[in-house]
């Protein structure tokens, strides 16, 4: 059964990855670039703040410990326990993956840590304001899942990589925004 999965999550990978250009090759470029996203961080810093007001800093510092426990769990428990190959670095698929720039980042893929972060990030803030700003949940996930897509078409990760890291991550901002939320309650 697993690897009957792990066929599907590379022919799926190879669909994926096949399509590509020089226009989307710059666009997921930069979609997966941490930097690019500074402006919409700072637009969630300003939410946090607007909404929260003196709580606000109690927030960041949820955000700021999930998204070190997505990332450290995500490549302790996950990648270096299950050690898949990044698409560009099997031995199997190397020849058919399209990469750009040449960057084909760690050894291992399994969980993505890009999809681990944002998702997290994505479910916790969507916890605070889903309900306060509209249409916030539906572009957030938008935003989320344009990243996690760029990961496959950039040829680092499987398909199953970034919906692992999803998982990963949905779990966690779930735990931290719920935590938050007690802590918020209880200082009040």
Known sequence: MIEQLITWDKELFLLLNSHHNSFWDFVMWWMS???????VYAYFIYLIIKSYKKKSLIIIVFVALLITLTDQVSVHLFKEVFQRLRPCH?????????????????????????????????????????????????????????????RIYLGVHFPGDVIGGALLGSFFGYIMARLCQVFLQATN
């Open 33 to 39: 670039n941490k930097l690019v996203w500074i402006p």
């Open 90 to 150: 099997d031995p199997s698929l190397a020849s058919f993956v399209h990469i750009v720039h040449d960057k084909c980042g760690g050894q291992f893929s399994f969980v993505s840590s890009h999809a681990a972060n944002y998702f997290g990030i994505a479910l916790f803030l969507i916890l605070f304001f889903g309900h306060r700003v509209r249409n916030f949940s539906w572009l957030v996930l938008l935003w989320v899942a344009g990243i996690g897509y760029s």
